[in-house]
């Protein structure tokens, strides 16, 4: 059979409260043993009736247990309080650095030096000093591997200028090489072709058969 459910609300019927009251509270306290017992957990429960009596149940010692609520509730209040405190001092003291770092840098850069004195002053030209300084050795450092790269570069273009007229004289030797001997060939030919001596043996030579053959009967000209 299924119970039906109950409408939680205050009870009008001062005998039926009272019987409620005291039914749940047994559960409650039962609950709260059960849940001590089984998770080994420190369980306190102070109930006050309607009527102001109190019903109390403790799994252990009940001034431990409210001397240790107790404890935990302050620090629990306590540490906003102490994280805003301590978060507002960071930004006080960041806020300070921050004003005394923009307050050098205009220093270091020659303004706002009315309120300094003698020694500051003195003070800040060594600064100065020092950080210039540094900054000629970084720019001549900088400078010395500019001209050390240039030179490498100079170096390398030197070599390959070389290495190109070597090509360019390798080649016109086997240029020359092969040219003279096209010239004795031709030169060989216009000797033959161009001598006067030859040309004329040939015609005397084309002559005199002519001569003898004339002298000779015709018959044997054959």
Not at 11 to 35: C, D, H, M, P, Y
Request: aromatic residues 4%; neutral net charge; glycine residues 2%.
């Amino acid at each position: 059979m299924v119970r039906e459910k109950i409408e939680i609300k205050k009870i009008t019927n001062t005998s039926a409260r009272q019987v409620t009251f005291s039914k749940r509270r047994r559960g409650l306290f039962k609950k709260a043993e059960e849940l001590a017992i089984l998770c080994d957990a420190e369980v306190a429960l102070i109930v006050f009736s309607s009527t102001g009596k109190l019903f109390h149940f403790c799994s252990s010692n009940m001034e431990q247990v409210i001397e240790k609520h107790s404890k935990h509730s302050k620090k629990s209040s306590d540490q906003p309080l102490i994280d805003l405190n301590l978060d507002h001092s960071k930004c006080a003291n960041l806020s300070r650095e921050v004003a005394e770092k923009s307050n050098q840098l205009r220093q270091m850069r020659g303004e706002a030096l009315e309120n300094l004195t003698v020694e500051e002053l003195q003070k800040l030209e060594k600064t100065l000093e020092a950080g210039l300084s540094r900054v000629l050795d970084r720019k001549s450092q900088q400078i010395m591997e500019q001209i050390n790269s240039l030179q490498q570069k100079s170096l390398q273009l030197m070599k390959e200028n070389a290495r190109l007229k070597q090509q360019v004289l390798n080649i016109s030797n086997i240029g020359k090489s092969l040219t003279p001997n096209s010239e004795n060939v031709i030169s060989e030919d216009e000797s033959v072709t161009n001598d006067p001596q030859s040309v004329e043996s040939q015609e005397y030579n084309e002559n005199s058969d002519t001569s003898l053959k004339l002298g000779l009967p015709f018959s044997s000209w054959k």
